[in-house]
C-alpha cells in the first residue's frame, strides 16, 4: 500500500521563511510505521520547494535516483503547480525523511523508494499539492502588495500578473509570502488543460553532470578519516570461515586491522543482514586493501545446502510436478474435464535461467557511527529498509540517523537489499572510525541475490470452432521470498492470480510449486512478471501457429470486448482489456504486421500487464549466418498520463534493450557450489552491434493517473523477440537465455 499523503483529506501546510528572505514549503507525511498506519499527524516540515529573492527555485527529489529519472519527473510535477520558470529550477536529493516520535520512526517524506515503478504514482497528487500551496501564498503575496482580490491574479513562468499587466517574479514575493498563513482547505490543483510542462519532454536534470564527469554516484563519497574495507567471502552459501592467515597482509604499509564477520543470522530477514561469513581487510585505500585481501589465505567450511546450478533445479522441479501443488494460486471452472472433452490440445514447458543484476556501479556502504549519531551514504533503492539495518546494530534513536541519497549507477532491484549496509554497520560499530565497504565486480557477481530459476508448465485446450476454453499454467520456482516471508506466503511473488488470461476463460488453473534453493534470491527487473510473460506469451504463439491462426487475431480474440477486468495486487485494482488491446493493435500496425514479410524474416508480438501500464511489443528479425539481426522493434505503451514523454520513451526504450540481453545470453552457472561468474567477460550483456540501431515507442495519450515507466517495458520484449526467431527459423526456443539453445537447434 502507498504511504504517501492523501490528497483528499484536510492538509496542515507548514510554512517558513529564511534567513535569507526564501518561502520554503513543505507538506507533513503520514504518522505511520512500518507496521501500522497510525493516521495524519503533524511530525516536522521538510521542504520540498524552496524559492530564493533572487528567483531561483529548489525542488527536492524524496525517492532514490537509480536511472529511471525520478529526480526529473518529481520535480516537474512539483514545478506544473508551481507555475516556476523551469530554467530557473534546481533539483536536490533529499535525505530519507524520518524523525522519532515516542522513540520510533516517523516518515515525513512520505514515499520514499525505488521499486515497482511506483514513485511516479505516489508523487503525483502529493508534489502537485505542494506546489499549488507554493503558488497560492505567492499569490496571497502579491495580492496583499496590490491591494487587489486573489482571484484576479494568475501566474506563470515564475511571475505573478494582474489583470492590468503588472508583475511580480516570485523571488520578490518569497519573503512575503513567507509569513502567510496557508489555507486549510487543500489547493486548487491545475486542471490538465492547463498543464504547460507535465506531457512535454525534458532532458534529465543530471544529464550535463553525468556526461561531464561531475555526477557523484554512491561510491564517489567520502568522510573524513574514513577506512576503506574489502571484503573475501564464503564463496559457498550458508558456509563458514574454518581458519584464516592474515600475517602477510597485516605487513601491507597502509593495512590497518583484519577482521572476521559472522555468518549470517537466519533469524534476520533476508536482505537485512550479510549475506555471507568473510574476511574484511581495512586500510587507507582501496588499492591496499585489495592487495591484501589477495595475501590473505583462509580455508572455508561448506554450509549445510549446497548451492545448486540450473540442470540440478530443473530435475528437482520435475519431481515437485508429480506431487500436489504448494498453492493452487486460482481456480476456475473444471480446466480437466474441459481439456478431456476439447477437440485440440496444447502443452509446452518452459525454462527460465537464474540471472544476476549486473549492475554497473557494485555495491558499497559508507558509514559513520558514534554514541550519538549515525551517518549512511550507499547506493540504496529502500532507504527505510537500509535505516532498519543501521537502527538494529546500533540501538540508536530514530532521530539520530541519518541516510542520505546519491544518485546511483543501476539497481534493478539489488539495491532494495541492505546486505552491504550491515557488512559497512559491523566494522564501523567495532573500530569506532568511518568505513567505506567496497565491492568488486567479482564480489557483486559471486554475491549477488539472484533472480529465480523457474520452470513453466502450460497446457491449454479449444473446442472444434477452434475457441480456447482453457487454460493451465503451473510454476515450479525459487521464490524470491524465501528466507524472508513463510514458507506459505513464498507463493506470492512468483505468480499472480489475476494474470492473464485469467478472467478471459471460464476453466483455469494456476498452481504453484516450491523448489528449495541456497543461492539468495531477490527482486529484479520486473519481477516475476518479467518471465511469467514470457512463458504465456510464447505459448500463445504456440497456439495459434498449431490451429493455423493469426497469432495477433488470436490475442485480440482471447482479449474479446474492451471490459475491466478485478486485478488483485500491484497494479490494480481492475485490468482493462481495452487499453491492453489497444496497444497490441498499435505495435502490430507500426511494424506492418499485415504486409508480405519478406523471406527469411521473422515477425512476432507479446503484450503483458505491468504494474498498472499496458505494454506491447512488436519485432522483425532475421538470421544473417549465424548473427542474429533485430530489424525493427516497436514499444507501445499506454501509462497513463505521461509526466515526461522523453523520460518514458527512455525508460521504455531502455527495458526493451535490457530485456533482449537478458533474454539472449544471461545465465549463472554453479559448479562445485559456487556461482562461477566473475564479471562482464562471462557474463555477457549484448553490445550495441548485437542490438536493434532503434526502438520505436508510441505513448498511448491518456488521462488516467501516471503508471511509471521503468519496469513496464521488460516483460514483453523478451516473448516477442522469441516469436519473431520461431516465425523466422522455425525454430521454437523455449528457454532462456535463447542464444545457446537457438544455436544447439539451427
Known amino acids: 500500500m502507498s504511504r504517501a499523503h492523501n490528497a483528499g483529506r484536510r492538509r496542515f501546510l507548514r510554512v517558513f521563511g529564511s534567513a535569507t528572505g526564501a518561502l520554503i ?45 525520478i529526480r526529473t519527473a518529481e520535480a516537474r510535477i512539483l514545478a506544473e503547480e508551481l507555475d516556476a520558470d523551469w530554467n530557473k529550477v534546481i533539483v536536490e536529493p533529499l535525505d530519507l525523511g524520518v524523525t522519532a ?28 499539492t505542494v506546489g499549488a500551496a507554493a503558488r497560492a501564498l505567492l ?197 480437466a474435464a474441459t481439456d478431456k472433452h476439447a477437440r485440440h490440445h496444447f502443452d509446452a514447458e518452459y525454462r527460465v535461467a537464474t540471472v544476476a543484476h549486473a549492475d554497473l556501479e557494485p555495491p558499497s556502504a559508507l558509514v559513520k557511527i558514534d554514541d550519538q549519531s549515525a551517518v549512511l551514504i550507499a547506493p540504496t533503492q529502500n532507504p527505510r529498509a537500509a535505516f532498519a539495518v543501521v537502527q538494529r546494530l546500533t540501538g540508536l534513536d530514530p532521530g539520530q540517523i541519518q541516510v542520505k541519497l546519491p544518485r546511483t549507477g543501476g539497481g534493478f532491484g539489488r539495491f532494495l537489499e541492505s546486505d552491504y549496509i550491515a557488512e559497512a554497520v559491523l566494522l564501523a560499530n567495532a573500530v569506532k572510525r568511518p568505513i567505506k565497504v567496497l565491492w568488486t565486480r567479482a564480489d557483486a557477481f559471486a554475491h549477488d541475490t539472484y533472480r529465480p530459476f523457474s520452470i513453466h508448465r502450460l497446457q491449454a485446450c479449444a473446442d472444434r470452432r477452434r475457441k480456447l476454453t482453457g487454460w493451465s499454467h503451473h510454476i515450479a520456482s525459487t521464490s524470491r521470498l524465501a528466507g524472508r516471508e513463510q514458507r506459505a506466503r513464498w507463493w506470492l511473488s512468483e505468480m499472480h492470480p489475476d494474470d492473464l488470461p485469467a478472467g478471459l476463460l471460464g476453466n483455469l488453473d494456476y498452481a504453484w510449486y516450491a523448489l528449495d534453493a541456497a543461492l539468495p534470491r531477490g527482486t529484479y527487473r520486473a519481477s516475476s512478471h518479467a518471465v511469467n510473460a514470457f512463458a504465456t506469451e510464447c505459448f500463445i504463439d504456440e497456439i495459434a501457429h498449431t ?48 504486409r508480405h514479410h519478406p523471406d527469411g524474416h521473422g515477425f512476432g508480438l507479446a503484450c503483458h500487464f505491468t504494474f498498472g501500464g499496458y505494454v506491447a511489443h512488436a519485432v522483425e528479425m532475421s538470421m544473417q549466418g549465424s548473427r542474429l539481426v533485430i530489424h525493427n522493434v516497436v514499444c507501445a505503451a499506454d501509462i497513463g498520463r505521461v509526466v515526461n514523454p522523453l523520460g518514458a520513451r527512455a525508460a521504455l526504450a531502455g527495458a526493451t534493450l535490457d530485456a533482449f540481453s537478458t533474454a539472449l545470453r544471461q545465465s549463472i552457472t554453479v559448479k562445485d557450489g559456487q556461482v562461477q561468474q566473475r564479471g562482464y567477460k562471462d557474463y555477457p550483456l549484448a553490445t550495441m552491434a548485437q542490438m536493434p540501431h532503434a526502438v520505436q515507442v508510441i505513448l498511448v495519450p491518456s488521462q488516467e493517473a501516471p503508471a511509471g515507466a521503468f519496469a513496464m517495458g521488460f516483460p514483453s520484449a523478451a516473448p516477442a523477440l522469441a516469436n519473431a526467431i520461431f516465425a523466422g527459423t522455425t525454430v521454437r526456443v523455449r528457454q532462456l537465455p535463447i542464444w545457446p539453445e537457438l544455436m544447439r537447434l539451427l
Open 101 to 128: 516520535v515516542n522513540g520510533e520512526p516517523h516518515w515525513t517524506l512520505g514515499h520514499q523508494i525505488a521499486s515497482g515503478s511506483t514513485s511516479v504514482p505516489a508523487a503525483w497528487n502529493d508534489l502537485r
Open 547 to 594: 490451429l493455423k491462426q493469426d497469432p495477433l487475431a488470436l490475442r485480440l480474440a482471447l482479449l474479446g470486448a474492451p471490459r475491466k477486468l478485478p486485478y488483485r495486487g500491484h497494479g490494480g485494482p481492475v485490468l482493462d482489456t481495452g487499453r491492453l488491446t489497444e496497444v497490441l493493435k498499435l505495435a502490430a500496425d507500426a511494424i506492418d504486421w499485415k
Open 25 to 69: 514549503v513543505g507538506l507533513p507525511a503520514l504518522a505511520w510505521t512500518p507496521d501500522q498506519l497510525l493516521g495524519q499527524r503533524l511530525v516536522r516540515l521538510n521542504a520540498y520547494v524552496r524559492i530564493e529573492p533572487d528567483g531561483t527555485t529548489v525542488i527536492g527529489a524524496r525517492d532514490p535516483e537509480v536511472g529511471q529519472g
Open 139 to 335: 499569490v496571497g503575496a502579491a495580492a496583499a502588495r496590490w491591494q487587489v482580490p486573489p482571484a484576479s491574479l494568475r501566474t506563470a513562468r515564475g511571475v505573478v500578473i494582474s489583470a492590468d499587466g503588472r508583475k511580480l517574479g516570485y523571488g520578490a514575493l518569497a519573503a512575503d509570502a513567507a509569513k502567510l498563513q496557508p489555507a486549510s482547505a487543500p489547493p486548487a490543483l491545475k486542471s490538465p488543460s492547463q498543464f504547460a510542462l507535465v506531457g512535454q519532454d525534458t532532458g534529465d536534470v543530471d544529464a550535463r553532470d553525468i556526461v561531464t564527469g561531475r555526477q557523484h554516484f554512491a561510491s564517489d563519497e567520502w568522510l573524513g578519516d574514513t577506512l576503506v574495507a574489502v571484503i573475501a567471502r564464503c564463496p559457498f552459501p550458508g558456509g563458514t570461515l574454518a581458519r584464516v592467515d592474515d600475517k602477510a597482509a597485516l605487513q601491507l604499509q597502509g593495512v590497518k586491522n583484519v577482521m572476521s564477520i559472522p555468518a549470517p543470522d537466519n533469524n534476520d530477514p533476508l536482505g537485512t543482514r550479510q549475506l555471507a561469513a568473510g574476511v574484511a581487510v581495512l586500510a587507507t585505500d582501496t588499492w591496499t586493501a585489495l592487495q591484501a585481501v589477495a595475501a590473505l589465505k583462509i580455508e572455508w567450511k561448506r554450509g549445510k545446502q549446497a548451492a545448486l546450478g540450473d540442470d540440478a533445479l530443473a530435475k528437482a522441479a520435475q519431481q515437485a510436478f508429480a506431487a500436489a501443488p504448494t498453492q493452487v494460486v486460482r481456480h476456475d471452472g473444471d480446466f
